[in-house]
């Protein structure tokens, strides 16, 4: 389970800030549905991310997916010479050539571990692992340019330091070596999954095997009956030679890895004269709606993600989807039945309903501002402090308040319709000179 996320000086994100799936003590709104108890923790099952384009919400998950590609393969992907993919915050002196910032807390096994790093294109400069015992937190490791400091209960470390690259991990490299405390946190990252809603047709795959597989197959279908798309089956078959050539590079890559194509079939009610008479089927690719398909293909992956309490970002969960389909979405998560492995849920959206029709905790509800210096400021919702003072009440009207732009976080625009008509004004004085 995600406690907190921390990232500073990548991409839009120049000072360090914090994301903390930490429920807040006085706020009791939701409280059964929407967080849950791990030992002294109580945490979030969702938390939403606002913020006008370019603002930086992307850059929040971009970050948390970064550092789960680098600690799962920065000591076997990389090689020796080869650059960190680290991009540090550029519109700054003081910071365009220095190191970026991740660290993470999270529960393994009922343990709580605080680990973190910095690295530029070059090295890793810094890196560090905390574990907490009885409220007491100790020092596993500590890594300072050229030098690894092992403690007495991180001993399936030692030996290693002089095998771990600059350009690599020593988390990682101790995982490779089968470190039982290295391999069980590899273990809580490759659970920490990341999704695109803007790229749905990538997991079209994942979630095409699971409808093949007799156990998931049932609950797939359940799934996208009740989105009320009017599926009410899912059929796949191979597909035929001539047909997957229609595919464009991916199939014809397939083909070259004899990798098999396959075809997706959806079953709807036929009706004469207003009643039900039989099914007809329809091709998935070619006669269903982008929403529909979309919400297909992230069904396997969240689906996924429920069933084995994992931690999945969303980027642009809203694209495609109608408002009604990303509540529900949201609400899988925020329920004691659906989700009873407690998995959580992260995303960016520009869906404003969810604010009004969510059901979501003021602490679950964040937003990511530019600051003058054009770098990204991140805050939630339960940490505005109004301009009358106090804090944001939960009967406040939350939609309507954002869009007014009471928590920030929202586009300001110069007047278009002026600046149109100052264009025609300009174009027609053009004309007038020209004649």
Known sequence: MLIEFEVGNFLSFRDPVRFSMLAANPIKEHLKENTFEVGRYRLLKSAVIYGANASGKSNLLEAMAFMRWFVMNSSKAMQVDEDIQVTPFKLDVATENGPSHFEICFLQNDQRYRYGFEADRKAVRKEWLFRTEKLKEASLFLREDDGIEVSDDFSEGNGLESKTRDNALFLSVVAQFNGEIAGTILKWFQGFRGLYGLRDQHYERFTTQMLQDEAMRPLLVEFIRRADVGIEDLLVSEAPDDEAMKGGVEDLQRKATKSKRYKITTVHQKFKNGLKEGFTNLDFTTEESEGTKKFFRIAGPLLDCLMNGYVVGIDELDAKLHPLLTKAAVRLFNSTD?????????????????????????????FTEKTQQAATDLYSLAEIKLPEGGKVRNDAALEKNYIQGRYGAIPFLGDLGALLKEAGDGSSRQTERSK
């Open 338 to 366: 659906s989700n009873q492995k407690n998995a959580q849920l992260i995303f960016t959206t520009h869906d404003t309903n969810l604010l009004h029709f969510g059901h979501l905790r003021r602490d679950q509800i964040w």
